[in-house]
Structure formats: C-alpha cells, structure tokens
C-alpha cells in the first residue's frame, strides 16, 4: 500500500541516492552535480514555497520519490503542478506505485491546482504508458532554457 508525506530530514541519504539514481539512469538527459540535489532538498526543509518534496512509501519502507514545482498557466487557466521529478526505486518497481501516486497528487492538491504537467525523456517509455495511461498527453512543444548561472 502506497503512502507518501513530505521530506523529512532523516530522508537526505536515500533521496540523494535516489537522485543519483534518478539523472544517471534514462530519467534525465544528463547527470547533474550532487550539491543540486542537496541545495533542492536543504530548501525544501526549509519551507520552499514554490515547491513541495515528497517520499513515496510502501508499507512503510522509503521506495521513491517525487518533487513538485508550480507555475502559473494563462494558457491552462491558473496554477500548474510540475511532477519534476517522480521516481521508484528499481525494488519497488512493478507494484504500481507511480500510478497510485499520481492518483493520490491528484486528491492532495484537489482544487489548488488546474493541472498537472509533467517531463518525459522519449527513452523512458515505461514512464511514458505509465503517463499516458493516468490521463497525461503530449503538448507539441519544445522546451528552450538559459541558465544564468
């Protein structure tokens, strides 16, 4: 059974390996330093209010996790929750968790938010039937960043 609950400061090491996990192995485009993923979990502790972290757990052991970012959409009609980041550890994989997750993001944000949206690697297909299967379609757009530093 799937539960999940915001960050914890006990949760740093498995989030980070997690993470690691995360950017090199097909979720991510490249690789990205450690201490992106401490500064991300240290500003969650402290009350980001832009964004939320969360640990997924089965049966009561720390099986993934999912951070959540929000932006406003003219084009959607208000407020956006960005799945940034959802993982299942591989052990925990196959128990439908990252369905049941989504399902329970859902009822957690209720009526804060217009939608949810999401990115996906086109080399990820298990995540890509999983998303297309809880309801998520493709934008036809491609995404340009600037980083400033």
Known sequence: MLKFRRFQSDDKEIYLA?????????????????????NTFDSLLNGNPHADGFMLLSDGERAGYCLVS????????GLLALIDELYVSPAFRGLKLGGSFLEQ?????????????????????????????????????????????
Not at 19 to 28: L, M, T
Not at 71 to 77: D, I, N, P, R
Request: glycine share 8%; charged share 20%.
């Open 18 to 38: 997690y993470s690691k996990d995360f950017y090199e192995n097909g979720a991510a485009l490249h690789s990205i330093p450690q201490s992106h993923m401490e």
């Open 70 to 77: 929000f932006l406003w959409s003219t084009e959607a009609g």
């Open 105 to 149: 993001l859902e009822q957690y944000y209720g009526n804060r938010i217009v939608g949810l949206r999401l990115e996906v690697c086109d080399t990820n297909q298990g995540a890509i039937r999983l998303y297309q299967k809880h309801g998520y379609d493709f934008l036809n757009y491609r995404q340009m960043i600037k980083l400033l530093k």
